[in-house]
């Protein structure tokens, strides 16, 4: 179990990583607009402003989880802060992953978020990883030009753990 110290650490770290991927939707929102619906390509205006919502959405409930687990370890209530911490480490759906759909160069607010939550260590070495790799990726890559080669490739990951 985590101790609340540790907890609220991560929990501020989280809050800033939420404030900056939220101007950061903002900024792209004005700067885009309503794209066409129809655009699919991977950095394309659409898929981009799908990236930081994604984004924004898996900080934001990551956020909520941990200061939930917080609340309960404060309280007392070591049953329930044990499952919500468990739930709060959890790996977030959607964090790196929507990067995979921004433009590049990424914007410096989205930059900053992601380096406060790889820092952090809360969710573990692998999202840090994750996080380099999108970060150090030269151009969107979701969604794909060629779906049977990604799915080869994805199945060739899933093989290799």
Known sequence: MAEIEQMTT???ALESAVRLLGEEQQRLDELH????????AAGGPQQTLTGIRELH??????????ARAVGYRAAGLDRAAARAEEQASARPAGLPGGVDRM???LGERTVE?????RDLSWFGPEVGVEIDVCLA???A???PDDWDAYQRARAWQRGRR
């Open 10 to 12: 991560a929990l501020r």
């Open 33 to 40: 607009g309503r794209p066409a619906a129809y655009d699919r």
């Open 57 to 66: 959405s898996a900080a934001a409930r990551a956020a909520e989880a941990l």
């Open 103 to 105: 433009a590049r160069p």
């Open 113 to 117: 978020a992601l380096a406060l939550i």
């Open 137 to 139: 990726a030269p151009q």
């Open 141 to 143: 890559t979701y969604p």
